[in-house]
């Protein structure tokens, strides 16, 4: 399909919406909804029917160039996160740690290697179905690398197995409170509600990715880079004990991480500095010494730059949309055709129509506000189930995070493992087809049992 063909760098591919979201400003007519604070989710949500013009600001040049840094301010929060936390793991990898804890994993996993690729991916989709863990992902590059080359698998295996099954966790999910619980807060359902229905399509959906990727790695399994057993042999009695103490420090950070995120709801903020932590003790305990460990944060800074500031990048493609007001014009181009649809056909465009709107709107609880209280009347209307409406929101939005290049935390994991934007899409695009299929008929279905 896409052979002989390269998409772009991944830096001039999100310049290139960038500018195409300042032509449209040009183009499209300026618009809003009408919004208040919803008090129930603590957020501005739009009024349904309140669409109007207003006065064009189409975006000059000299703005885009300044929306750019706008972006990265806006961003601020999770790059520092994949600064600070890329630092922590380079620290960890130059104590010895990944290696030594990798090895490990493969000894106990002998003759059933394969095994470690729906493991990891479980964990990933278990943690994105949970908290819609995607950019906490990105500073775990040399811990997946270093698992991927011992295994012999290839680099695009390490993002379908993190990133990929994360996505697809979180589209499925019953539970993810950035994006189900949201919407379901906005449509007025009880929270978790329809979660035995959506468990099901969860499993099937996780268990196909899985397969596909596992599937994938072992037909491209080269010979596994055995050069870390040999540095590994080399070192001495007081070496490994390091690593080990430095392993279960980052083990036990993990599980402050998940306690943080899903019981104390942390922000971008306090995980940098957990991560920051980490690194500091990591440095000491593996024996790095102060300068060692600044010395470490530094080449984690430099090789993890360009993976956060895409980011930024990507976030600056909606600042242009909304600094040319035309954001809500595109939401109500594309939500307004749906009520002259069959109730079944009106289900399934909003699947449609949410896949559209994630390419300019990434954020998946910034979209659930802005179209919930615009659908969930017209899906009153067309005596369609509510929840039928939320699904279709999950489906639609949330597996569109495997494919659009305007997905900062994609394009920065595949910057980070040097895999090419074609190379994903060729890998991910039959299986996104696959499960947005799969998530159709959870609507219909849902439909037909009156979910």
């Known amino acids: 399909m896409l052979n002989g063909f390269r998409f772009p760098h991944p830096l001039v591919l999100i310049v290139g919406f960038i500018i195409l979201a300042a032509a449209l400003s040009y183009v499209l007519p300026a618009g809003e909804f009408t919004r208040h604070l919803d008090a129930v989710t603590g957020r501005q949500v739009v009024v349904a029917g309140s669409y109007h013009t207003v006065p064009a600001t189409p975006v000059g040049p000299l703005d885009v160039l300044v929306n750019v840094p706008k972006g990265l301010a806006d961003a601020a929060a999770v790059v520092f996160l994949i600064f600070l936390a890329g630092g922590a793991f380079t620290v960890v990898d130059q104590t ?3 290696r030594f804890g990798v090895d490990w994993l493969l000894r106990r996993a002998h003759g059933r290697e394969v095994l470690v690729i729906p493991l990891v991916g479980t964990l990933f989709a278990t943690m994105g179905a949970l908290e819609n863990m995607g950019e906490e992902i990105i500073p775990l590059v040399p811990v997946l690398l270093v698992l991927m080359r011992r295994l012999g698998y290839p680099v695009l295996t390490a993002v379908a197995a993190s990133v990929g099954a994360a996505f697809v966790g979180a589209s499925f999910s019953p539970i993810n409170p950035f994006q189900v619980g949201i919407a379901q807060k906005l449509a007025q359902l009880p929270l978790l509600s329809g979660g035995a229905y959506r468990m099901g399509f969860l499993l099937v959906a996780v268990g196909l990715w899985l397969w596909a990727t596992t599937r994938h790695a072992v037909r491209h399994r080269q010979a596994p880079d055995l050069s870390l057993d ?35 709801h942390w922000e971008f903020e306090q995980m940098a500095a957990l991560f920051l932590g980490l690194g500091i003790v990591a440095g000491l305990v593996g024996g790095r010494g102060l300068t060692g460990t600044a010395e470490g944060f530094i080449a984690g800074f430099r090789d993890i730059a360009f993976s956060a500031l895409l980011i930024g990048f990507a976030r600056a493609i909606f600042v242009v949309l909304e600094q040319g007001h035309i954001v809500d014009t595109i939401v109500h ?31 998946g609880s910034g979209q659930a506000t802005l179209t919930m209280p615009l659908l969930v009347p017209l899906s009153d209307i067309l005596g369609l189930s509510r929840q039928v409406t939320v699904l279709a929101f999950q489906y639609g939005a949330g597996l569109c995070e495997l494919i659009t290049p305007t997905n900062g935390t994609l394009m920065a994991m595949l910057a980070a493992t040097g895999v090419r934007f074609e190379q994903w899409i060729k890998f991910a695009a039959p299986l996104w087809a696959a499960l947005f299929a799969l998530g159709a008929v959870a609507v219909v279905v849902g439909i037909a049992t009156g979910v």
């Open 333 to 363: 181009g594309l939500a307004a055709p749906l009520g002259h649809l069959p109730v079944a056909l009106a289900a399934l465009g909003m699947m449609g129509v949410q896949t559209l709107l994630h390419v300019p709107v990434p954020s």
């Open 96 to 98: 010895g740690a990944l």
């Open 230 to 264: 040999a540095n590994e042999a080399a070192a001495g009695p007081a070496t490994t004990s390091r690593s080990g103490l430095v392993l279960l420090l980052m083990l036990a950070a993990f599980g402050v991480f998940a306690y943080g995120v899903v019981q104390l």
